[in-house]
């Protein structure tokens, strides 16, 4: 499968700890975005990068939460000191360059008890 | 605020039927235009896309039209199956300001066989 890849699919925590996302983009795709969706709503734009580079930000992202795509392939985003409004569905995607589709892997679905 | 909405949280058809799901936008600017299926527990799946310069697009069962003097998008989905259940989201991006995705609500498609 050469699809966007995201692990873990599932990750329940308790409030505070730290937990990390990781994205696998698909084969040379130079950008990456992570997106957040809760219940019932669309996604939303949290980030993201152009190869290793982090380009834009949305307001959602806290200075709780931190994203790295170090080599310009896969990249994690952390969330700190988890909080019960964190729990969502954590959407990465990627695209072969800008103005280009955005295809979605499986997503992370958090739960923060 | 700038988004994208759809007209209907929710539309049953037969199967069989042709479904068309509506969408409408406020952002003259925007300039591409994506429809994703999202099927519980699952990332979005890209369905089909339009740019700006066109009015109608066509793939495989499904029609994307596109009216920019009202600012209306539609997907159109013929002999509509029990496999096409799912959430419709649309998207629109305004590639001149980022490439970020914004996405309306979504559409839950149900179709009864």
């Known amino acids: 499968d050469t699809g966007v890849s995201q692990n873990p699919r599932h990750k329940i925590t308790k409030r505070g700890q730290n937990v990390t996302f990781r994205c696998d983009p698909i084969?040379?795709?130079?950008?990456l975005y992570w997106y957040r969706q809760t219940l019932g709503q669309g996604p939303e734009f949290l980030t993201y990068?152009?190869?290793?580079?982090?380009?834009?930000k949305s307001r959602l992202l806290s200075d709780r939460f931190s994203a790295e795509r170090p080599k310009g392939s896969f990249s994690t985003l952390e969330i700190q000191r988890t909080e019960q409004g964190d729990s969502a569905m954590y959407l990465c995607?990627?695209?072969?360059?800008?103005?280009?589709?955005?295809?979605f892997g499986p997503g992370t679905r958090l739960l923060v008890l | 605020g700038e988004s994208v909405g759809l007209h209907l949280p929710t539309l049953s058809v037969q199967e069989g039927d042709n479904s068309i799901i509506n969408c409408a936008y406020s952002?003259?600017?925007?300039?591409?235009f994506i429809w994703y299926k999202q099927e519980s527990g699952k990332g979005p799946q890209f369905i089909i896309d339009?740019?700006?310069?066109?009015d109608k697009r066509q793939g495989q069962r499904v029609t994307v039209l596109l009216n920019k003097t009202v600012k209306h998008l539609s997907l159109q989905i013929a002999a509509t199956q029990p496999g096409d259940s799912a959430v419709y989201f649309c998207?629109?991006?305004?590639?001149?300001?980022?490439?970020?995705?914004?996405f309306g609500k979504g559409t839950t498609l149900s179709v009864s066989s």
């Open positions: 990068f152009q190869n290793e580079a982090q380009l834009e």
């Open positions: 995607a990627s695209s072969l360059s800008d103005q280009e589709t955005q295809y």
């Open positions: 952002n003259s600017a925007s300039d591409y």
């Open positions: 084969s040379e795709h130079n950008r």
């Open positions: 998207a629109e991006e305004r590639l001149q300001a980022g490439t970020a995705l914004i």
């Open positions: 339009i740019r700006s310069n066109m």
